[in-house]
């Protein structure tokens, strides 16, 4: 976070400063080969590695790491990861190059097929009450710390209904959030499959597929999805829920994890 001057106008003139939210360039290299460079915020950079590492399928456990390095350059950031040799032979055949800006999970992959490759799907059985989404949403603001300064980062978040507590990261990119939450729950030892990821932004088909990822079974947004996102949750088993608010909300896709009585549809037509 930085702070700039602004000249702001209200009806009048007023010099005045405003916090900003930092990026930088971000590359993650395995084995010295760069594999994606993305804007990202210059915090939780060992969670974000870690989270994208998994989120993409390049590890399967944090023993695939051997090494990892942070490499402040002038130009940017760079994360130097180290792979045990299965992993790194599977990378190399992958192939898969990203330059992701903020606001894109997607951009740059030479594949039209790594683009849209199938999801894992979730089996759960877990359930969950609106009361309880309902007050994950409601603690959230307070816990946006970086946001609350800037107005300008998403955010990511773990909230398990077993004990209230929620786990929360933040980013300009509401990917990198995302990863970076993936990747403190890897190294928390966290049981993914029993917690409900919250994010602030938009869901597109590439949240869906780190969500996936992580074994989680229920993904609630504050805003809308894509019409794709929403076709690939139902596929990959997963309840989207999305335009949260603390009174309420709306069921895209397995709606049974939900526990709501549910009214007879009325037609005023």
């Given at each position: 976070m930085v702070r700039v001057r602004t000249t702001t106008w209200r009806g009048t003139v007023n010099e005045?400063?405003?916090?900003?939210?930092?990026?930088?360039?971000?590359?993650?290299?395995?084995?010295?080969?760069?594999?994606?460079?993305?804007?990202?915020?210059?915090?939780?950079?060992?969670?974000?590695?870690?989270?994208?590492s998994?989120?993409?399928g390049i590890i399967r456990e944090l023993a695939d790491i051997t090494d990892f390095e942070l490499a402040v350059l002038p130009l940017g950031i760079e994360c130097r990861i180290s792979l045990v040799a299965p992993r790194k032979e599977a990378l190399l055949s992958r192939r898969r190059h990203i330059a992701g800006p903020a606001g894109c999970g997607l951009c740059g992959i030479d594949s039209l097929a790594e683009a849209v490759r199938p999801i894992e799907g979730v089996v759960s059985k877990f359930s969950v009450t609106p009361?309880?989404?309902?007050s994950a949403i409601r603690q959230l603001p307070t816990l946006q710390t970086l946001n609350r300064e800037t107005r300008g980062v998403h955010a990511a978040a773990l909230f398990d209904p077993a004990n209230g507590d929620i786990m929360i990261y933040e980013d300009v990119g509401r990917h990198n959030a995302l990863d970076k939450l993936i990747g403190a729950a890897a190294l928390a030892g966290r049981d993914t499959s029993s917690g409900i990821v919250i994010?602030?932004?938009?869901?597109?088909?590439?949240?869906?597929?780190k969500t996936a990822r992580m074994g989680c079974a229920i993904l609630v947004a504050v805003s809308v999805p894509t019409a794709r996102a929403?076709?690939?949750?139902?596929?990959?088993?997963?309840?989207?829920?999305?335009?949260?608010?603390?009174?309420?909300?709306?069921?895209?896709?397995?709606?049974?994890?939900?526990?709501?009585?549910?009214a007879p549809f009325r037609s005023d037509g």
């Open positions: 005045s400063q405003r916090a900003l939210p930092e990026e930088v360039p971000v590359a993650l290299t395995y084995d010295r080969v760069t594999f994606a460079v993305m804007m990202a915020s210059p915090i939780n950079l060992y969670e974000f590695a870690l989270g994208f998994i989120s993409e009361e309880t989404i309902a994010l602030t932004s938009r869901i597109s088909i590439e949240l869906i597929q929403v076709r690939e949750a139902e596929a990959a088993g997963i309840t989207l829920i999305a335009v949260a608010r603390d009174d309420g909300f709306e069921i895209f896709t397995h709606a049974e994890r939900v526990k709501v009585a549910y």
